[in-house]
């Protein structure tokens, strides 16, 4: 999801902004969350931008993620028709780097950190509630709730791993993408958000 930034250097900051949502797409992919909140009068335009539709915990409705507007790293209706959730949301890691607490490099290294531990835990849970389009935030979810292996053909033999793949990640989306309000994924209540 792409910000800007007010502020005396505005135009190379905004750049380097982008620079860094547009590494990451973590909020849009269901990673970090698996359902972005709409406003009411929201919900004909992104079904037609090809969202599926949900209930929030609090009635109000939402989209579940991945979002299909994400396409090749980027969001294709930014500027056009996404939500205001998309437009107001910036996770913590964005927020820091605006503030000038961190580096864009620094930014993108904890952006590659975190993806290659996405796709550490992607392959542990392989075979774990098809269809794997899922949010990864749900599946993860539900495989620690279930506490292992749901399928015949699956061992518990490297649940250990797994269960260590899950946790970090966790562990980097609370310190890095979630706001300290946030709960970490985990059984019962999503983190809010972006992920409503
Ligand atoms: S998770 Fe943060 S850094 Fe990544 S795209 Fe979203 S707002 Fe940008
Ligand atoms: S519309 Fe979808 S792809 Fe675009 S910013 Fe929102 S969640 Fe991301």
Redesign the pocket.
Known sequence: ??NTIEGSDGIAAERTASELCLAC?L???GALHSR?ALKPDETEV?LR?G?TLTVLDDGSPG?D???????SG?????GS???R???D?KCRLLKQYLRGEITLVMGLEIVARTKRLIEAVRAGLEGFMEPPTRSLNNRMISFLKSRGPASSHETRSDLPGRLLSICSLQVLFKKHFYEPVSEVAKPGPEPRG?GG
């Open positions: 999801m792409k797409g909020c849009c992919q972005a992104a931008n969202m989209f993620q991945p979002c299909p507007c994400h396409q980027a969001c294709s209706i930014y028709t996404r939500p959730v998309c437009s949301y972006h």
